[in-house]
T-cell receptor, first 115, second 114 residues
Framework: KAGVTQTPRYLIKTRGQQVTLSCSPI?????VSWYQQTPGQGLQFLFE???????NKGNFPGRFSGRQFSNSRSEMNVSTLELGDSALYLC??????????????FGDGTRLSIL | AQSVTQLDSQVPVFEEAPVELRCNYS??????LFWYVQYPNQGLQLLLK??????LVKGINGFEAEFNKSQTSFHLRKPSVHISDTAEYFC????????????FGTGTRLKVLA
Protein backbone atom coordinates (compact mmCIF):
# COMPACT_ATOMS: atom_id res chain seq x y z
CA LYS A 1 0.00 0.00 0.00
CA ALA A 2 1.53 3.31 -1.05
CA GLY A 3 2.19 5.81 1.69
CA VAL A 4 1.52 9.52 1.79
CA THR A 5 3.19 11.22 -1.17
CA GLN A 6 4.27 14.83 -1.10
CA THR A 7 5.54 16.73 -4.09
CA PRO A 8 7.88 18.33 -4.68
CA ARG A 9 10.45 17.18 -2.08
CA TYR A 10 12.48 20.36 -2.34
CA LEU A 11 11.59 23.85 -3.48
CA ILE A 12 13.47 27.13 -3.63
CA LYS A 13 11.55 30.38 -3.98
CA THR A 14 12.21 34.07 -3.48
CA ARG A 15 10.39 36.53 -1.26
CA GLY A 16 7.07 37.69 -2.63
CA GLN A 17 6.46 34.64 -4.78
CA GLN A 18 3.75 32.10 -4.15
CA VAL A 19 3.99 28.33 -3.94
CA THR A 20 1.69 25.33 -4.12
CA LEU A 21 2.51 22.06 -2.38
CA SER A 22 0.75 18.80 -3.13
CA CYS A 23 -0.17 15.84 -0.95
CA SER A 24 -1.64 12.50 -2.02
CA PRO A 25 -2.98 10.58 1.00
CA ILE A 26 -3.00 6.86 1.52
CA UNK A 27 -5.75 5.26 -0.55
CA UNK A 28 -9.00 5.31 1.40
CA UNK A 29 -7.90 8.03 3.79
CA UNK A 30 -10.26 10.99 3.82
CA UNK A 31 -8.52 13.27 6.29
CA VAL A 32 -5.46 15.32 5.36
CA SER A 33 -3.63 17.59 7.80
CA TRP A 34 -0.77 19.98 7.12
CA TYR A 35 2.02 20.95 9.50
CA GLN A 36 4.92 23.36 9.39
CA GLN A 37 8.14 22.16 11.01
CA THR A 38 10.96 24.57 11.87
CA PRO A 39 13.90 24.24 14.29
CA GLY A 40 12.64 27.11 16.41
CA GLN A 41 8.90 26.44 16.54
CA GLY A 42 8.78 22.67 16.14
CA LEU A 43 5.70 21.11 14.56
CA GLN A 44 2.83 23.52 14.16
CA PHE A 45 -0.60 22.58 12.89
CA LEU A 46 -1.75 24.46 9.81
CA PHE A 47 -5.12 22.95 8.92
CA GLU A 48 -7.08 19.74 8.44
CA UNK A 49 -9.37 18.79 5.58
CA UNK A 50 -11.93 16.02 5.68
CA UNK A 51 -14.19 15.21 2.75
CA UNK A 52 -13.21 18.44 0.98
CA UNK A 53 -14.10 20.61 4.00
CA UNK A 54 -11.66 22.46 6.22
CA UNK A 55 -12.42 21.27 9.74
CA ASN A 56 -9.86 23.16 11.75
CA LYS A 57 -7.20 25.79 11.23
CA GLY A 58 -4.10 26.70 13.18
CA ASN A 59 -2.80 30.16 14.00
CA PHE A 60 -1.30 31.08 10.66
CA PRO A 61 -1.94 34.19 8.55
CA GLY A 62 -4.34 34.14 5.64
CA ARG A 63 -1.41 33.80 3.23
CA PHE A 64 -1.58 30.09 4.04
CA SER A 65 -4.51 28.33 2.44
CA GLY A 66 -5.43 24.89 1.31
CA ARG A 67 -7.99 22.76 -0.36
CA GLN A 68 -8.94 19.14 -0.79
CA PHE A 69 -10.24 17.50 -3.92
CA SER A 70 -12.88 14.80 -4.30
CA ASN A 71 -10.17 12.13 -4.53
CA SER A 72 -8.84 13.34 -1.13
CA ARG A 73 -5.67 14.80 -2.61
CA SER A 74 -4.81 18.09 -1.00
CA GLU A 75 -2.89 21.19 -1.95
CA MET A 76 -1.48 23.90 0.25
CA ASN A 77 -0.78 27.37 -1.08
CA VAL A 78 1.38 30.09 0.43
CA SER A 79 1.25 33.53 -1.14
CA THR A 80 3.62 36.48 -0.77
CA LEU A 81 6.38 34.30 0.62
CA GLU A 82 8.49 35.58 3.50
CA LEU A 83 11.90 34.44 4.69
CA GLY A 84 10.26 33.00 7.81
CA ASP A 85 8.22 30.61 5.68
CA SER A 86 11.33 28.51 5.11
CA ALA A 87 10.44 25.18 6.69
CA LEU A 88 9.65 21.53 6.20
CA TYR A 89 5.96 21.21 5.36
CA LEU A 90 4.50 17.88 6.36
CA CYS A 91 1.26 16.34 5.24
CA UNK A 92 -0.47 13.59 7.19
CA UNK A 93 -3.47 11.47 6.31
CA UNK A 94 -5.81 9.34 8.39
CA UNK A 95 -8.84 7.17 7.79
CA UNK A 96 -11.24 9.36 9.70
CA UNK A 97 -11.08 12.84 11.13
CA UNK A 98 -8.22 13.27 13.56
CA UNK A 99 -10.61 13.46 16.51
CA UNK A 100 -11.76 9.94 15.73
CA UNK A 101 -8.47 8.75 17.32
CA UNK A 102 -7.15 7.48 14.03
CA UNK A 103 -3.36 7.80 13.95
CA UNK A 104 -1.87 10.03 11.32
CA UNK A 105 0.44 8.76 8.60
CA PHE A 106 3.01 11.30 7.46
CA GLY A 107 4.66 11.97 4.14
CA ASP A 108 8.36 12.78 3.89
CA GLY A 109 7.60 16.48 3.53
CA THR A 110 8.42 19.32 1.20
CA ARG A 111 11.42 21.39 2.21
CA LEU A 112 10.75 24.98 1.20
CA SER A 113 13.63 27.45 1.17
CA ILE A 114 13.01 31.15 0.68
CA LEU A 115 15.88 33.27 -0.61
CA ALA B 1 -6.13 23.87 26.20
CA GLN B 2 -3.75 20.97 25.92
CA SER B 3 0.01 21.21 25.97
CA VAL B 4 2.87 18.75 25.73
CA THR B 5 6.28 19.08 27.34
CA GLN B 6 9.30 17.05 26.37
CA LEU B 7 11.83 18.07 28.97
CA ASP B 8 14.91 16.68 27.27
CA SER B 9 15.90 18.21 23.95
CA GLN B 10 18.77 15.73 23.52
CA VAL B 11 19.47 12.34 25.07
CA PRO B 12 22.80 10.61 24.41
CA VAL B 13 22.95 6.93 25.31
CA PHE B 14 25.34 4.08 24.59
CA GLU B 15 24.30 1.21 22.36
CA GLU B 16 22.51 -1.64 24.21
CA ALA B 17 21.76 0.62 27.18
CA PRO B 18 18.17 1.35 28.24
CA VAL B 19 16.59 4.71 27.49
CA GLU B 20 13.62 6.70 28.69
CA LEU B 21 12.30 9.74 26.84
CA ARG B 22 10.03 11.85 28.97
CA CYS B 23 6.71 13.37 27.99
CA ASN B 24 4.30 15.28 30.21
CA TYR B 25 1.01 16.68 29.10
CA SER B 26 -1.50 19.13 30.42
CA UNK B 27 -5.20 18.85 29.72
CA UNK B 28 -8.48 19.36 31.54
CA UNK B 29 -10.18 16.67 29.45
CA UNK B 30 -9.43 13.11 28.41
CA UNK B 31 -6.77 12.79 25.76
CA UNK B 32 -5.26 10.38 23.31
CA LEU B 33 -1.45 10.15 23.40
CA PHE B 34 1.01 9.24 20.68
CA TRP B 35 4.73 8.85 20.13
CA TYR B 36 6.21 9.43 16.69
CA VAL B 37 9.76 9.02 15.40
CA GLN B 38 11.38 11.10 12.68
CA TYR B 39 14.51 9.94 10.89
CA PRO B 40 16.61 12.51 8.98
CA ASN B 41 14.93 13.88 5.87
CA GLN B 42 11.79 11.88 6.49
CA GLY B 43 8.32 12.43 7.86
CA LEU B 44 7.03 11.16 11.16
CA GLN B 45 6.28 7.50 11.78
CA LEU B 46 3.89 6.32 14.47
CA LEU B 47 5.64 4.32 17.20
CA LEU B 48 2.69 3.70 19.51
CA LYS B 49 -0.54 5.20 20.79
CA UNK B 50 -2.61 5.22 23.94
CA UNK B 51 -6.34 5.48 23.41
CA UNK B 52 -7.79 3.67 26.44
CA UNK B 53 -7.44 0.46 28.43
CA UNK B 54 -4.10 -0.92 29.56
CA UNK B 55 -1.74 1.84 30.59
CA LEU B 56 1.30 0.01 29.22
CA VAL B 57 1.42 0.32 25.48
CA LYS B 58 3.77 -1.61 23.26
CA GLY B 59 4.84 -0.24 19.91
CA ILE B 60 7.12 -1.00 17.03
CA ASN B 61 10.89 -1.46 17.16
CA GLY B 62 10.78 -2.67 20.78
CA PHE B 63 9.51 0.61 22.25
CA GLU B 64 6.86 0.85 24.93
CA ALA B 65 5.24 3.66 26.88
CA GLU B 66 3.29 3.91 30.09
CA PHE B 67 0.35 6.23 30.57
CA ASN B 68 0.26 7.68 34.09
CA LYS B 69 -2.85 9.74 34.60
CA SER B 70 -1.96 10.97 38.09
CA GLN B 71 1.41 12.26 36.92
CA THR B 72 0.07 13.28 33.48
CA SER B 73 2.98 11.51 31.86
CA PHE B 74 3.52 9.24 28.89
CA HIS B 75 7.20 8.31 28.96
CA LEU B 76 8.74 6.25 26.17
CA ARG B 77 11.13 3.43 27.01
CA LYS B 78 13.31 0.87 25.31
CA PRO B 79 15.35 -1.69 27.29
CA SER B 80 18.23 -1.86 24.81
CA VAL B 81 18.84 0.71 22.06
CA HIS B 82 20.55 0.27 18.73
CA ILE B 83 22.49 2.71 16.59
CA SER B 84 19.53 2.70 14.20
CA ASP B 85 17.32 4.22 16.92
CA THR B 86 19.14 7.52 16.49
CA ALA B 87 16.37 9.91 15.49
CA GLU B 88 14.06 12.60 16.82
CA TYR B 89 11.10 11.49 18.89
CA PHE B 90 7.88 13.45 19.27
CA CYS B 91 5.14 13.06 21.82
CA UNK B 92 1.68 14.22 20.72
CA UNK B 93 -1.72 14.66 22.33
CA UNK B 94 -5.22 15.23 21.06
CA UNK B 95 -8.54 15.56 22.81
CA UNK B 96 -10.91 12.61 23.03
CA UNK B 97 -13.87 14.73 22.02
CA UNK B 98 -14.74 18.19 20.92
CA UNK B 99 -12.73 20.41 18.63
CA UNK B 100 -9.44 18.70 18.31
CA UNK B 101 -6.01 19.99 17.74
CA UNK B 102 -3.06 17.68 17.42
CA UNK B 103 -0.42 19.14 19.75
CA PHE B 104 3.17 17.99 19.38
CA GLY B 105 5.99 18.34 21.85
CA THR B 106 9.20 20.03 20.80
CA GLY B 107 10.93 16.72 20.26
CA THR B 108 13.79 14.79 21.86
CA ARG B 109 16.82 13.98 19.78
CA LEU B 110 18.06 10.51 20.73
CA LYS B 111 21.71 9.94 19.90
CA VAL B 112 22.89 6.34 20.28
CA LEU B 113 26.66 6.07 20.71
CA ALA B 114 28.78 3.06 19.74
Amino acid sequence: KAGVTQTPRYLIKTRGQQVTLSCSPISGHRSVSWYQQTPGQGLQFLFEYFSETQRNKGNFPGRFSGRQFSNSRSEMNVSTLELGDSALYLCASSLGPVDSNQPQHFGDGTRLSIL
Amino acid sequence: AQSVTQLDSQVPVFEEAPVELRCNYSSSVSVYLFWYVQYPNQGLQLLLKYLSGSTLVKGINGFEAEFNKSQTSFHLRKPSVHISDTAEYFCAVTKVSGTYKYIFGTGTRLKVLA
